[in-house]
């Protein structure tokens, strides 16, 4: 019996996945991916500079003089009160600088850096004006409303080298 053989199922009918359609959907897949991983990329690095504190590597050489210096304010027990008053566009930081007994404590120069916790571009940095005996007072006419983190830095004993009391806390912008 002669066998019929037909070419007529040879050819993919019309819709049917073909090989050049795999390569395009892997492609396209693949594509997709990387370019959505750029865009987080270029989105994690241009919103977050990857460092909390400028030069860390200078900072952690220098940890056992930091140490040394916390150890000196404890001892001394130097404090400091730091505080807000008044309100848009008067409001002023207020700092008072007292010694173990409570008394003030004087300073050769002494200022704070305003940090934003969620936006390193909004940081600025205010110099402290004496105002009484052991206070100081920085005007903060333009500050965004919100939570600031207030870092201080006096120098207590101008015949050393660099700040020795050094206190944080955040305060609240209305």
């Known amino acids: 019996m002669p066998a019929n053989l037909s070419v007529a199922g040879a050819h993919p009918a019309k819709g049917q996945m073909k090989g050049w359609h795999a390569l395009l959907w892997f492609a396209g897949f693949f594509g997709f991916m990387f370019a959505v991983n750029g865009i987080f990329l270029w989105t994690a690095i241009t919103t ?82 004496p105002a009484a005996s052991g206070e100081y007072i920085a005007a903060m006419p333009d500050v965004a409303a919100g939570r600031w983190d207030v870092h201080l830095s006096a120098d207590i004993d101008p015949s050393s080298d660099g700040m020795e009391l050094k206190a944080e806390r955040a305060v609240i912008v209305p």
């Not at 909390?52 to 304010?73: C, I, M, P, T, W």
């Open 48 to 129: 977050f500079p990857g460092e909390d504190v400028e030069k860390s590597y200078l900072v952690g050489l220098d940890y056992n003089h930091e140490l040394a210096r916390r150890a000196h304010q404890a001892e001394a027990g130097w404090t400091a009160e730091i505080g807000l008053k008044g309100a848009a566009p008067d409001l002023t930081l207020h700092v008072r600088l007292t010694s173990k007994d409570g008394q003030p404590l004087p300073s050769s120069a002494a200022h704070v850096v305003l940090r934003h916790p969620a936006d390193r571009n909004l940081d600025r940095s205010l110099d402290l004006v």
